[in-house]
């Protein structure tokens, strides 16, 4: 058997995190057994319709490497593969289904319905199988006037219907809790309830993979792979991704899409390994997968009943590891579009921040924060020149800074081993650690209390002019400060 399993999204917005992890599931699952991954868009709810929301499902999935093999861009052997454009085809199966009594007409109006809520007191909403009986000379003739209908499935009252699931077992659902629901809508679209049955059969769909919360009404779409006497695919439903242990994620309260963790400076590669562990485990202590080890390593026995918990520290954690596992050219790569949004590229040497900075990150974000000291510098408390390890206070460092001010603004070789060579025997000369000398100089010249390298690097970056323009501002602050006697 040749397994084919396919991602179905609504085209409503970006792709949300547990919508992504379905589609990841799937087509590991494809790419394990050597089979096939289907795109299929289902926008029979044309109000909930984003404009633009297909491209960002077709760009993320190539984006991610979750390439499929048939979709609506890319066409294929069992097209068209957007719902909207196979509304003929849903009517047609809904017209056998009433044939075979598994469904009928309902021309029941919006205020017969309320009513028929509002007159109950127990709550229920289902519907009372009001049109079922309707002589068939009434339900054409209904017809022929144009009065608008609605195709309801028909489900038995009585009796329990009783289904395998590959993750959670065998699965029984009383037929009475179940609604006649309506297949075909008045506008001519077809519901979910129809339209995915239709599709898993018609093409070719062996594995069915989708969210939790399906796994109840399961039921109702096997009774119309029953009344058209087709084979069920197998189902393989997915523990709920939650916010905390009592919400799950969901896109209607605001929780992130996979875009919006993008652009918070997350890789794609550790958005994708994290929530790859979102309800699966390999069976053993790896933490850390590509996409190719993945595939190799994915099994259904490693999906979990429980829910997962969307941990965003671990995410956090995880990229950060991504970022520092990086090649620099690769880094360098992804970094420069961040540097130059803050940054004249004319004037910083962007392989030498990213050599410092790329140890320090756990998004790419944070890149704004960390070098924004390189573009401000202003008054700054003086207390930070209190140094504890070094035992140092503002007025040990002022002769420190005056030193240093007298041999930068003589040195020309403003490279990293320039500076270091010259700052380095200052230190000897002055008969002190050159931890003594540099953890104040790199105050002087950045006025923050930490930054990506230390005062040679920092030093080389900002250049000989910025370098001394703000150890002057330093030195002048720093006499102020303990002219007024606040040193103590």
Not at 97 to 124: H, M, P, Q, V, W
Not at 227 to 237: G, Q, V
Not at 240 to 247: A, E, I, S, T
Not at 311 to 325: C, F, G, S, T, V
């Amino acid at each position: 058997m040749l397994v084919r399993t396919r991602f179905a999204p609504s085209p409503t917005g970006y792709l949300h995190i547990g919508g992504l992890r379905t589609a990841l599931y799937s087509w590991l699952f494809a790419r394990k057994n050597h089979g096939q991954f289907i795109l299929r868009i289902e926008d029979t709810d044309q109000k909930r319709e984003t404009e633009g929301a297909c491209k960002v499902i077709y760009d993320t999935l190539n984006l991610t490497g979750l390439t499929y093999d048939e979709g609506p861009d890319i066409g294929g052997a069992f097209g068209p593969y957007i719902q909207s454009e196979r509304k003929e085809i849903y009517l047609e199966y809904a017209k056998k289904l009433i044939e075979k009594g598994a469904a009928y007409y309902c021309f029941c109006t919006k205020e017969r319905l309320d009513s028929l809520r509002e007159g109950r007191k127990d709550g229920n909403t289902a519907y009372d199988k009001h049109c079922l009986n309707l002589p068939k000379e009434e339900v054409e003739r209904l017809l022929k006037e144009g009065v608008p209908y609605v195709i309801r499935q028909n489900i038995p009252n009585e009796g329990v219907y009783t289904y395998k699931d590959e993750v959670y077992g065998e699965v029984s659902v009383p037929l009475a809790d179940l609604d006649d629901n309506i297949l075909i809508k008045s506008d001519g679209f077809p519901t979910y309830n129809l339209a995915n049955v239709i599709d898993d059969h018609l093409m070719a769909i062996t594995h069915v993979i989708r969210g939790v919360e399906y796994l109840s009404s399961t039921p109702k779409y096997n009774l119309i792979y029953d009344a058209l006497e087709w084979p069920k695919p197998m189902y393989i439903h997915l523990p709920p991704v939650m916010r905390d242990k009592n919400n799950k994620l969901s896109k209607r309260h605001g929780d992130a899409s996979f875009k919006d963790f993008l652009d918070k400076g997350y890789l794609k590669e550790a958005i994708i390994n994290y929530i790859a562990l979102l309800g699966w485990s390999s069976g053993d202590e790896q933490e850390f997968f590509t996409l190719d080890e993945l595939v190799e390593k994915f099994s259904i026995s490693g999906l979990n009943r429980s829910p997962a918990i969307f941990d965003i520290d671990k995410l956090k954690w995880m990229n950060a590891q991504y970022i520092r596992q990086l090649p620099p050219v690769e880094f360098l790569r992804l970094s420069t579009p961040y540097y130059v949004k803050v940054l004249p590229h004319n004037r910083f040497n962007f392989s030498l921040i990213s050599r410092l900075i790329q140890p320090r990150l756990e998004t790419m974000t944070e890149i704004y924060d960390k070098l924004e000291f390189l573009m401000e510098f202003s008054e700054y408390d003086m207390e930070l020149f209190v140094s504890k390890k070094m035992k140092t206070t503002p007025k040990d460092c002022l002769p420190f800074l005056t030193s240093s001010l007298k041999v930068l603004e003589k040195l020309n070789d403003y490279s990293e081993e320039g500076i270091k060579d010259v700052l380095l025997k200052l230190a000897e000369e002055l008969g002190i650690k050159s931890g003594k000398l540099l953890g104040p100089l790199r105050t002087a010249v950045t006025g923050v209390p930490v930054t990506p390298g230390g005062a040679i690097e920092v030093i080389c970056l900002l250049g000989k002019e910025e370098s001394l323009r703000r150890l002057k501002i330093s030195i002048d602050l720093l006499k102020k400060y303990l002219s007024t006697g606040e040193d103590k």
